[in-house]
């Protein structure tokens, strides 16, 4: 009996093919096996989005018991700069520095060898047609999971946070 396949074509006009068998292989993170329930759930979202699992624009992560289906902050900023009212966004880090002051920085740069800490992440969005930009604030332990990238590069995960709270209002409609 051949594995069923799903066909589509995504944002950027690829034409794509998935299996369950595909995304176990190629797309899935982590350390537990994923199941086919939790594969097509993935497909359907891709399909449903036109995304492109394979350039990264949606993950599949599954430790233990449960898979998480993550899409990737570069396709909420592609689209977002599509759109004409967009005119473009900030975003950065909140960190407690070592000399108890907390102060919003842009980027992702936490200094921890002088002892700072980073408490979260924060963005605007600057919208045509708005008088003041979108704004945002991230707290960094609502989103850590204190795995993988959250644990060595705390700053640069909450600082990708940020933008996509908000830029999905500047998506096309």
């Not at 350039?55 to 759109?83: C, P």
């Amino acid at each position: 009996m051949a594995e069923e396949i799903a066909k589509y074509e995504t944002d950027g006009g690829q034409e794509i093919e998935l299996t369950a068998q595909v995304v176990r292989d190629m797309c899935a993170q982590g350390n537990a096996r994923v199941t086919d329930k939790e594969a097509w759930e993935f497909i359907e979202l891709c399909k449903a989005h036109r995304l492109n699992p394979f350039i990264r624009e949606a993950y599949l992560v599954k430790y233990g018991s449960n898979a998480t289906i993550i899409t990737g902050k570069d396709v909420f900023t592609k689209r977002a700069a599509r759109n004409e009212r967009c005119e473009g966004f900030k975003a950065g880090v909140t960190v407690l520095t070592a000399q108890g002051y907390i102060v919003n920085r842009e980027g992702s740069a936490v200094y921890k060898a002088i002892g700072e800490q980073v408490l979260g992440g924060w963005a605007e969005v600057y919208m045509h047609g708005y008088q003041a930009p979108v704004k945002d604030t991230v707290a960094f332990e609502e989103y850590s999971t204190g795995k993988s990238g959250w644990k060595s590069m705390p700053g640069t995960m909450i600082r990708k946070v940020a933008p996509v709270s908000y830029t999905h209002l500047t998506l096309p409609t």
